[in-house]
């Protein structure tokens, strides 16, 4: 492919991180260029209008040179993504970054009103727990953003 052709392939791939809420850049750490890899994401991505993103930058294939694994400093992550506690420390990044503002939340919904509410949390939170009692339908879910507030008719516990 010419540099033209890969150069707008790379910008169309990146244009579907207008709408991630958390960016995670591989690096090659290994690549003797990996800070010019870096700098040209960095670049294209502003040119397409992508900035302010949160992300995180993991500086993969750290088996490859010398140093140790995995290490973190902030956002970035030097790791082996053959190595199974590097991947668990950039799961747990990834958790962090992207459900920061989560909370645990216990909701009794009536029967009257679970099967659109269930179904929307079903689809749209992390249900922790399901519990059918006489009143309704008990749930203890993870929420975020703008549905902390969306349910609070029906909240019973922080």
């Known amino acids: ?79 082996a993504a053959t190595d199974e506690t590097s991947l668990q420390e950039l799961t747990s990044m990834i958790v962090e970054l992207a459900f920061d503002d989560y909370e645990t939340k216990t909701l009794l919904i009536p029967f009257n009103r679970g099967g659109d509410v269930i179904s929307y949390l079903n689809d749209n939170a992390n249900v922790l727990s399901t519990e059918y009692l006489a009143e309704g339908t008990q749930v203890t879910v993870e929420l975020g953003g703008a549905d902390l507030n969306r349910f609070d008719d029906f909240l019973i516990t922080n």
């Open 1 to 79: 492919m010419p540099p033209h052709q890969l150069v707008q392939a790379f910008k169309s791939t990146l244009a579907e991180a207008a709408n991630a809420d958390l960016l995670v850049q591989v690096v090659d750490y290994s690549d003797p260029d990996y800070q010019l890899m870096m700098e040209t994401t960095a670049k294209t991505l502003a040119e397409i209008g992508i900035e302010n993103r949160p992300m995180i930058v993991a500086l993969n294939k750290a088996d490859r040179i010398e140093g140790p694994y995995p290490t973190r400093e902030g956002n970035d992550l030097i790791m």
